[in-house]
């Protein structure tokens, strides 16, 4: 599926010119398909200072680690979360696209943009990325997983990187949009279990990967299953920060 969704984006690109995702401009020549450079420079970048645990920005200076009222409450199960961007604007609109209008090709662009964030890169050089999986029902209906697509993106990308479907989802859960902090973190608290044909090594750092940020209940969720079955160091990574 995920060749053939390339294959056809590919054969629609020489019947119709590509356009900047971002600006809706024709795309000059150049190493990304579908994001120009004016359309990079808006999408909106976190910067330094940040949050030491969910990514989120600081206003202002801060001296020394410290977390933010987005992550107060959340204890997560992950040493460190790293997000490269605020989910607002074209980046809103690129993630939408991405999940639910059938675009992923648009990932590999995006992508390619976060990691000119030097903090962003580092987090995740010599890691093993996980995707957050999506439920078996979700993920035939979608035909594939952005978060698989954004973590194979990133690994062809970043020195010393692989990935794998490490987790897999028990169960279907209720859409995490509308529900408030307490309730996602119910919602997916069990939802997750380690893939049969994965085994968990102590000694790799591993870093769950997703398209957006919220409030952490999901990747909290990822992280605690993999530390329940024996990951010692497990950080997370989202391309937004919601
Ligand atoms: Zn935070």
Redesign the pocket.
């Known amino acids: 599926m995920t060749f053939l969704d390339d294959l056809d984006r590919g054969l629609l690109d020489l019947i119709f010119p590509r356009d900047c995702a971002v600006t809706q401009e024709p795309m000059d020549e150049g190493s990304r398909l579908h994001l120009s450079d004016a359309g990079l420079a808006l999408l909106p970048r976190i910067f330094d200072p940040r949050?030491f645990?969910?990514?989120?920005p600081f206003d202002g200076w801060l001296e020394g680690e410290r977390?933010?009222p987005?992550?107060l409450d959340l204890n997560p199960a992950f040493h460190r979360a790293i997000c490269a961007f605020r989910a607002q604007g074209p980046v809103r609109t690129i993630i939408h696209r991405i999940k639910y209008e059938k675009s992923p090709y648009l990932a590999n662009d995006l992508v390619a943009a976060a990691i000119q964030d030097i903090a962003f890169r580092r987090h995740l050089a010599g890691s093993h990325l996980v995707p957050v999986p999506l439920h078996r029902s979700r993920h035939q209906d979608r035909g594939y997983n952005q978060a698989e697509r954004i973590a194979c993106a990133l690994a062809q990308n970043i020195p010393g990187c692989q990935w794998s479907p490490a987790l897999l989802k028990k169960y279907a859960t209720a859409s995490q949009t509308r529900l408030g902090r307490e309730e996602r973190r119910r919602n997916v608290a069990e939802a997750f279990e380690i893939n049969p044909a994965n085994s968990i090594q102590p000694d790799v750092r591993y870093v769950v990967i997703d398209d957006v940020l919220t409030t952490g209940s999901t990747l909290h969720a990822c992280a605690k299953t993999l530390r329940d079955a024996g990951a010692l160091w497990v950080d997370a990574a989202a391309l937004a920060h919601g």
Not at 53 to 56: D, E, K, V
């Open positions: 949050c645990t969910c990514g989120h977390t933010c987005h992550c």
